[in-house]
């Protein structure tokens, strides 16, 4: 199913509520989730909902650093070519934390106009959406987000510090889970955060305080689609950079930027509905699952292994995975356990989902949630049975069996016919010769750490 196009009007009605705009930033999340795109005058937006915009489609080939992979296929080999994007739906909004009057509007790439580029992850999950929808279905879903606000200023070895806190003057040193204490600390950063969530029309609620210090989580409330879940999601981690640096600090998604904090995640809920609304998971799962949560929870336990590199992408996403952080390194599940890696939260039988918790807060939104949907959906359609309920402590019950390093995980991924069925083989090839650069890169670097090693005793 092609994206809907954003009409005219909408551009129309912006502006004639903004009249002093002075510019508009046009935002295309790339394979990383990073945002590229094009700053442009107010005066040309309504050209843009009109006629689209083009950018080239090495967009999806750009690495971490934003150096074309030409392995790829789509830099030099396709001449570099332009392709056609469009402005998404409701997502041009005014961005509150600049000096001057601006707005941003998320756009999508296309193959030709209304039809998807195999290279962009929005189209990968709006696929696996169009399925679900076939079949009389539609995911209901919301993504949490753990991320670190860190001081500016860097340690004299390069590695990152947590803030001063401003009303005590301290640099933070203790893990305070869920203490208000640290959140009254952030107040105004954090209410910040919220005010300009609220002005982009995204559903922020529920700041806490995490396992590390300058450790929070925000989470985003449930909607029944999924595209519009990762799109606020992007958006979010938007806001979170953005005013954190406003009010001096800086903000991270790196899945583990302290080795011996825990690490940040990517939590995402997950029900279905039916034609009518009523949500099919819904049971007593403490008692029992019902058949088709059972065949939910029997495909994502499949299918996780093979699809680790997309919800953890990086050499750095790995290092989250240690016993005693509430990650789990098997795909486990159970009912209100957070050692799991499929949680089934306590509350009333309607309300009966999964919180997919594996994906580190460095994963490409669109690319975690088209690897939770694609897995379930595959337990739903071969009727697959969950492995026996987890109880206690996971990582003290199942052994180890997820990729738990980037190799691994990547080899895995190359391999998987679910994998290539389910993204395309085209987009997989993409994807991952993006990653394998970063990864041969990362590697051709020689670290302080081995010269302290190695320099004077070998």
Known sequence: MPHAIACSSEAETFLAAHPDLVSVDLLLPDQHGVLRGKRIPAQELLKVYQQGIYLPGSVFALDINGNTVESTGIGFDT?????????????????????????????????????????????????????????????????????????????????????????????????????????????????????????????????????????????????????????????LKRIIKSVSRKHGYSATFMAKPYADQAGSGMHIHMSLLDALGVNVFACDAQQQPNVMLGQALGGLQSTMAETMALMCPKVNSFRRFAPDFFVAMAPTWGVDNRTVALRIPNGDAAATRIEHRVAGADANPYL???????????????????????????????????????????????????????????????????????????????????????????
């Open 368 to 458: 975690a949630m088209s690897a939770l949907l694609a897995g379930a959906l595959l337990g739903i359609d071969n009727n697959l049975a969950p492995g026996p309920k987890t109880t206690g402590n996971a990582a003290q019950k199942a052994d180890p069996s997820l990729p738990l390093n980037w190799v691994d995980a990547y080899a895995l991924l190359k391999q998987s016919d679910f994998a290539a069925r389910s993204f395309g083989a085209d987009f997989l090839h993409v994807y991952i010769e993006v990653q394998q650069q970063e990864y041969t890169a990362f590697n051709n670097h020689v670290s302080s750490l081995e010269i302290d090693w190695y320099q004077r005793t070998l």
């Open 79 to 235: 001449g570099d070519c332009d392709q056609p994007c469009r402005a998404v739906p409701n997502t041009l909004t005014i961005v509150p934390w600049q000096q001057k009057p601006m707005a941003q509007c998320l756009i999508t790439m296309e193959q030709e106009p209304g039809q998807p580029y195999f290279a962009n992850p929005r189209h990968v999950l709006d696929q696996i959406c169009d399925r679900y929808q076939a079949k009389g279905l539609t995911p209901m879903v919301a993504v949490e987000l753990e991320f670190y606000v860190t001081d500016i200023m860097r340690l004299e070895s390069g590695q990152l510090q947590p803030p001063i806190a401003p009303y005590t003057g301290l640099r933070e040193a203790d893990t305070q889970v869920y203490a208000v204490d640290n959140l009254d600390d952030y107040s105004a950063l954090l209410d910040d955060i919220m005010l300009a969530a609220q002005a982009q029309d995204i559903p922020a609620s529920t700041a806490v305080a995490e396992y590390a210090p300058g450790q929070f989580e925000i989470n985003l409330k449930h909607v029944a689609n999924p595209l519009l879940a990762c799109d606020q999601a992007i958006l």
